[in-house]
């Protein structure tokens, strides 16, 4: 069975024998490989030697771009390797799995290419009068050694986008993946070093929130990456004080379904990105508002297309959704259907639980003061909800998210797609698609509660870069 110590300074350390974490098959339940727990001591370790490697080893432009390339074409080498790992220790469908290796390499193929184009820009001093006198522009340079925290949902995509756009910055790095969603990361840690990676400026260390807790109050770092749940990520600001950071916190923003949509596509892609991962997803579809004219055709759709989604082994290529992350997890999430239930709403497909497996449910009649309605489920519970005008069911939404990552909405009206992308409070907002939708080079991130700073190479190097300008008297 696979053992991993910590990935400090190029090499694995043998991990203690006292201090195993096991990592399960989220499905079977059997253990799959165990990592070990870091010590106080090899924390400390990790940030030294990626203090050390910024300090004595600058990459240049050129050397980013083809770590970073090549590193991509290597993800998409070991596809199908990779996409049983992920399948095996988070429980995602082999379909999910496949898409999340070539989500990955093409976010290291981007941070590759934006590599080539960190720059800075010219300030026209002269703009304040005359024509002659000083030149001034500005630089974007390394930040320094960069805190990278990752979740379990995505365990590759986002460690991907964290570290590609780190090294791509010119930042080294050191990485704390979810306890539970490791085996992957410790894969992404010796491809890269096989591509090139100096030692020292990707590390990797294994553990639960003592250890983000010990990264978090290092003060060698220059800057942090965090994605996570709300009240991690709270822990997380104050730990860091006033260093630069990047939260990332869920949940998602609404998607809606206008009387003008075209429900059989707003059907089938609402119910992908409710149910999706198990509904693991910050951006996925929880609360669904559908316009009272066409709800009743529209639920009619929607629950044939739920009805036939397959829950079973992930890795059956016919299976549609898989495990929930923990079983205390899927425990929740049935309790607040039931308190949901006890409250007034109906469970019109599923509500059921099998240990780690918890059906596709679509609720209705929640009401905003219910957990199911409120708050990130991170199951498969999808709440729908009618309206009669859109702008005030948005004011009212706004109300109860303070903030999200992303909205959605299904309509052909230009003018009411406008109308819900200046209302709703989401960083990013979906016309004819939901919450969910995301591609690699996009800019990603959230307002209000979901957190700030923005994701997405391009972006993310902006976020993990020093802006310095520079004035030359002439």
């Keep these: 069975m696979p053992e991993y110590g910590q990935f400090i300074g190029g090499e694995w350390r043998e991990p203690?024998?006292?201090?195993?974490?096991?990592?399960?098959?989220?499905?079977?339940?059997s253990v799959i490989a165990r990592v070990g727990e870091a010590s106080a001591t090899e924390v400390a370790e990790a940030v030294a030697a990626a203090e050390a490697a910024f300090e004595s080893s600058p990459l240049d432009l050129d050397d980013r771009f083809r770590i970073l390339a090549t590193a991509s074409e290597s993800v998409r080498n070991e596809a199908e390797e990779l996409a049983h790992t992920l399948v095996r220790e988070v429980g995602k469908t082999i379909r999910e799995a496949r898409a999340e290796v070539v989500n990955a390499a093409t976010a290291l193929q981007n941070a590759a290419e934006e590599a080539k184009r960190v720059k800075g820009e010219m300030v026209p001093l002269a703009a304040e009068g005359g024509s002659g006198g000083p030149l001034a522009f500005t630089l974007r340079v390394p930040s320094g050694p960069t805190c990278a925290i990752t979740p379990f949902n995505s365990p590759l995509n986002i460690v991907a986008h964290k570290v590609g756009s780190s090294i791509a910055a010119g930042n080294s790095v050191v990485v704390k993946p979810s306890e539970h969603?490791?085996?992957?990361?410790?894969r992404f840690a010796e491809i890269l070093a096989e591509a090139g990676l100096p030692?020292?400026?990707?590390?990797?260390?294994?553990?639960?929130?003592?250890?983000?807790?010990?990264l978090c109050n290092d003060q060698r770092f220059a800057r942090y990456s965090f994605t996570g749940g709300h009240e991690a990520g709270r822990k997380?600001?104050?730990?860091?004080?006033?260093?630069p950071l990047t939260l990332e916190l869920g949940p998602a923003g609404p998607t809606f379904v206008h009387h003008d949509a075209d429900l059989e596509l707003a059907a089938k892609r609402s119910a992908a990105a409710a149910f999706g991962i198990a509904g693991q997803v910050c951006t996925s579809v929880q609360r669904l508002y559908v316009n009272e004219r066409v709800f009743d055709d529209f639920m009619a759709l929607l629950l044939d297309?739920?009805?036939?989604?397959?829950?079973?082994?992930?890795?059956?290529?016919?299976?549609?959704?898989g495990p929930v992350m923990t079983e205390a997890a899927a425990e929740r999430a049935e309790g607040w259907v039931a308190d949901a239930v006890a409250g007034g709403a109906r469970v019109e497909l599923g509500g059921r639980r099998e240990r780690r497996m918890f059906e596709p449910t679509v609720l209705t009649g929640t009401t905003p003061d219910m957990d199911v309605f409120r708050h990130e489920a991170f199951a498969p519970i999808l709440c729908v909800v009618p309206y009669s005008e859109m702008l005030p069911a948005v004011k009212a939404d706004n109300k109860v998210s303070h903030g999200g990552l992303q909205a959605g909405i299904f309509t052909t009206d230009l003018a009411t797609a406008f109308a819900f992308a200046r209302s709703v409070r989401a960083g990013g907002v979906m016309i004819n698609d939901t919450s969910r939708f995301r591609v690699a080079h996009m800019p990603f991130g959230g307002v209000g509660r979901a957190g700030y700073g923005k994701e997405g190479p391009e972006f993310a190097i902006r976020e993990l870069t020093d802006s310095r300008t520079v004035v030359l008297h002439l």
């Design 16 to 29: 203690a024998a006292d201090r195993l974490i096991p990592v399960l098959d989220k499905y079977g339940e």
């Design 181 to 186: 969603t490791p085996l992957t990361t410790a």
């Design 199 to 214: 030692r020292g400026v990707l590390n990797v260390v294994f553990g639960g929130p003592a250890i983000g807790a010990q």
């Design 236 to 243: 997380v600001a104050a730990a860091v004080g006033v260093r």
């Design 305 to 321: 297309v739920v009805g036939a989604l397959r829950l079973g082994d992930p890795m059956d290529e016919e299976t549609d959704v």
